[in-house]
C-alpha cells in the first residue's frame, strides 16, 4: 500500500524510512496498534515522538474535505502555528481529536514536518517538496 521508494512496511519491526518534506532529514516511523492509546511513532535520531494513530485517517478526511492544496505551517510546540495550516489543524481544538495530536508536551508540535509525509507513503496525500512553504493536498484530488 505504499507508495514506490519509501523503505519499510510500518511495523516497529520495519518502520518506514521517511524524509521531511524538504528532503533535509531523514526518520523512521511507525504504527504501534497495541499501544494504549494507539500511536503513529516517529523517531528522529535519539528523539521518540508519538502522535495519535487516528491523526493519519483525520488528516486525510480533513484534506478530503479541505479540497485543495493547504500549507504545512511546520512549526516547534513552543511557537504559534500560522494559520490554516495542517500544523494548526494538527493543534487545533477543533479537530476530530478535540487538541493536540502529540502525546507529550515539549514533543508535540512539528506535526506537519512528519506526519505529512506518512500519508504520503500510504498514498492518502500528495506533499510537495520544495526547501519551504511545502503544501498537501489529499491524492486522487482534479487540478482542473
Same mark, same amino acid.
Given at each position: 500500500? %505504499?507508495?514506490?521508494?519509501?523503505?519499510?512496511?510500518?511495523?516497529?519491526?520495519?518502520?518506514?524510512?521517511?524524509?521531511?518534506?524538504?528532503?533535509?532529514?531523514?526518520?523512521?516511523?511507525?504504527? +504501534?496498534d497495541g499501544a494504549e !492509546?494507539?500511536?503513529?511513532?516517529?523517531?528522529?535520531?535519539?528523539?521518540?515522538?508519538?502522535?495519535?494513530l487516528r491523526c493519519i485517517?483525520?488528516?486525510?478526511?480533513?484534506?478530503?474535505?479541505?479540497? +485543495?492544496?493547504?500549507?504545512?505551517?511546520?512549526?516547534?510546540?513552543?511557537? !504559534?502555528?500560522? !494559520?490554516?495550516?495542517?500544523?494548526?489543524?494538527?493543534?487545533?481544538?477543533?479537530? !476530530?481529536?478535540?487538541?493536540w495530536y502529540g502525546f507529550?508536551?515539549?514533543?508535540?508540535?512539528?506535526?506537519?514536518?512528519?506526519?505529512?509525509?506518512?500519508?504520503?507513503?500510504?498514498?492518502?496525500?500528495?506533499?510537495?517538496?520544495?526547501?519551504?512553504?511545502?503544501?498537501?493536498?489529499?491524492?486522487?484530488?482534479?487540478? %482542473?
Amino acid at each position: 500500500m %505504499s507508495n514506490a521508494g519509501v523503505e519499510g512496511t510500518g511495523t516497529p519491526d520495519d518502520p518506514w524510512v521517511l524524509t521531511t518534506p524538504p528532503g533535509k532529514s531523514e526518520y523512521e516511523a511507525y504504527r +504501534d496498534d497495541g499501544a494504549e !492509546p494507539a500511536a503513529l511513532v516517529v523517531q528522529v535520531g535519539a528523539t521518540e515522538l508519538r502522535y495519535h494513530l487516528r491523526c493519519i485517517d483525520d488528516l486525510h478526511q480533513m484534506l478530503l474535505e479541505h479540497g +485543495d492544496w493547504m500549507l504545512l505551517g511546520n512549526a516547534d510546540e513552543q511557537k !504559534p502555528a500560522k !494559520p490554516d495550516t495542517v500544523e494548526a489543524w494538527g493543534r487545533s481544538n477543533d479537530n !476530530p481529536h478535540g487538541g493536540w495530536y502529540g502525546f507529550k508536551k515539549g514533543l508535540r508540535g512539528r506535526f506537519a514536518n512528519y506526519v505529512p509525509p506518512v500519508l504520503e507513503a500510504l498514498g492518502m496525500a500528495e506533499v510537495e517538496h520544495n526547501a519551504r512553504n511545502n503544501r498537501m493536498r489529499a491524492a486522487g484530488i482534479d487540478d %482542473s
